[in-house]
């Protein structure tokens, strides 16, 4: 049985130490979530992904992680793919 994963982000930002940690690298681990969130919506592995956009597993890892921002052609690609609509959104502090 798996768990949503908007059930698990909940999880993790009800946890003080994971709202510090993701407050320091907010933006990172934004578009880490969107495209995590994105490819399970479209019911893909992290593998399947990368075939479908040209990449490796190794490379969506590493932006579901946060630790490699992709490009905006590669967010472009994980967007078609996913059937999902890359928004890039400026908000008022």
């Not at 009800?14 to 320091?24: L, M, N």
């Not at 592995?45 to 490379?59: E, H, N, P, R, Y």
């Not at 630790?67 to 908000?91: C, E, F, I, N, Y």
């Amino acid at each position: 049985m798996s768990i949503p994963f908007t059930t698990l982000k909940e999880r993790w930002n009800a946890d003080p130490a994971f709202r510090r940690a993701y407050d320091k690298i907010g933006p990172e681990m934004e578009i880490a979530f969107a495209i995590a969130e994105a490819r399970h919506r479209a019911k893909l592995t992290q593998a399947q992904l990368a075939d479908k956009i040209g990449s490796s597993q190794a490379m969506v890892a590493r932006w579901e992680r946060g630790t490699t921002m992709p490009s905006t052609k590669s967010l472009t690609k994980v967007a078609q793919a996913t059937g999902s609509r890359l928004r890039v959104q400026l908000d008022a502090e």
